[in-house]
């Protein structure tokens, strides 16, 4: 059964005997990587949909209970909550999020997923993690492992926090809505990684900033009166309204926002009429936009309500019906703390190990902590190897992006490296500067 095989993994970990030795991470993650990658497969076998990770969070938290941690569980949905106390110290937070997507696997792994379900709307989905959530989970159960094997080596209190529904942009959200800072304590740093199917395994990114997007949704119905196509003078068409809107909606951020400021609007979808000869009533839009600032943000759904709303009067249409939903803010890496990390991760790693990334347009919730007052930082990890990203530019192929059914990190590096970055960076916050 897919929970007997996702637990039995745990327990292979839970129960290796946590000999205080002194190791550097490096060296304990090889020491260990056998059990690692053996919980990575089996967290990649059994992955979960947002609003359903209830096998993961029991995964997970066994795993962090059997390290001495005290675990809370059920948090803002299935979120989990383990506390590693080591004295008086500084308080951290260490954040790996545990949802997968619904994507159909084609990477033709041995241990690759072939889990189909019904999803929230009845349909049966793939489910796959796509986007390297299962690695960010061994990894943070990895560190706590490292950590609770070495209290010699640091002093404080350490929140290991797994989120759920980050893909819906909502689980952070839910964990501070649910207390979780202030059931526990609200945290003087965070850190936390996210894979990168361009960058090499063995190296880590990083952008200080504004790093990630402000997303939101944005569906629009534009209504009109439908008839016969033979006469349209009969009529309000819906479609022509959409190809007029979509041609507006384009000079929003060619004509209205500062030339230096990053924003994005795209129609992703449209969807109205039957037939040939048949105007409909309605046709419906699905927008993405995408911006850094608040002010920005701000700016671009007013447009968009403004443009939709003339639209359907130049028509003397029905109002449309439009609603903003998935939004999640903007991801603001703390310079300071950034600042920090960066030289413990150029030394532990090596210089050319370290390199610095461009801003996206990407979204994280993880952004939310950062919203809720806590300095955070996240940090890119290579998930491919080298070898391999150099044999698909010889041929002129681009790797497979995160939410790709062909996308897989290679494993063994990657967790090395995560385990090791993320334990030097969580040890320097956690050791009282002179």
Excluded at 42 to 60: D, G, K, M, V, Y
Excluded at 81 to 88: D, F, H, Q, S, T
Excluded at 245 to 250: C, F, S, T, V
């Amino acid at each position: 059964m897919p929970l007997r095989r996702t637990i039995v993994a745990a327990l292979v970990i839970c129960f290796c005997p946590l000999v205080v030795r002194g190791d550097e991470p490096r060296e304990w993650a090889r020491e260990h990587l056998d059990e690692l990658v053996q919980f990575y497969r089996a967290l990649h076998q059994n992955p979960e949909l947002s609003f359903h990770e209830q096998q993961t969070a029991e995964t997970l938290a066994t795993a962090l209970r059997n390290l001495g941690a005290k675990v809370t569980t059920g948090i803002g949905g299935h979120g989990v909550v383990a506390i590693l106390e080591n004295g008086p110290g500084p308080k951290i937070m260490i954040r790996a999020d545990m949802d997968a997507l619904p994507v159909v696997e084609n990477t033709q792994l041995v241990y690759a997923s072939t889990k189909k379900i019904k999803d929230d709307a009845g349909n049966e989905v793939g489910v796959m993690h796509a986007c390297g959530h299962d690695i960010h989970m061994t990894s943070l159960v990895g560190v706590a492992r490292y950590l609770a094997a070495n209290k010699d080596r640091w002093n404080g209190t350490i929140m290991f926090l797994c989120q759920p529904a980050e893909e819906r942009g909502s689980g952070a959200g839910r964990m501070i809505k649910d207390g979780c800072f202030e059931r526990f304590f609200k945290p003087d740093y965070s850190l936390a990684l996210h894979v990168d199917a361009n960058l090499p395994a063995g190296s880590v990114g990083y952008h200080s900033g504004y790093t990630l997007a402000n997303v939101d949704s944005v569906d629009i119905t534009v209504r009109g009166r439908g008839g016969h196509g033979a006469y349209p003078h009969a009529t309000i068409d819906p479609i022509v309204q959409a190809a007029h809107l979509i041609l507006d909606l384009q000079t929003i951020v060619s004509r209205e926002i500062k030339p230096t400021e990053p924003a994005v609007i795209t129609v992703g979808s449209i969807h109205g009429g039957a037939k040939h000869n048949v105007i409909g009533d309605s046709c419906h839009l699905q927008i993405t936009v995408r911006s850094f600032s608040d002010d920005v943000r701000e700016h671009l759904l007013s447009a968009i309500k403004r443009k939709a709303l003339a639209v359907a009067a130049s028509a003397n249409a029905p109002e449309p019906t439009i609603a903003v939903s998935e939004g999640t803010p903007a991801m603001f890496n703390e310079p300071k703390l950034v600042d920090r990390v960066v030289p413990v991760l150029k030394k532990v790693l090596g210089e050319e190990k370290v390199v610095a990334s461009e801003a996206s347009m990407g979204g994280e919730d993880y952004s939310e902590f950062g919203r809720a007052g806590v300095p955070i930082f996240m940090f890119q990890l290579g998930s491919v190897d080298a070898k391999r990203l150099a044999g698909m530019q010889r041929v002129g192929q681009n790797p497979p992006s995160l939410h790709s059914p062909l996308y897989y990190p290679d494993a063994e590096e990657t967790l090395v490296t995560g385990i090791t970055a993320m334990s030097m960076a969580a040890i320097d916050l956690l050791t009282p500067k002179k």
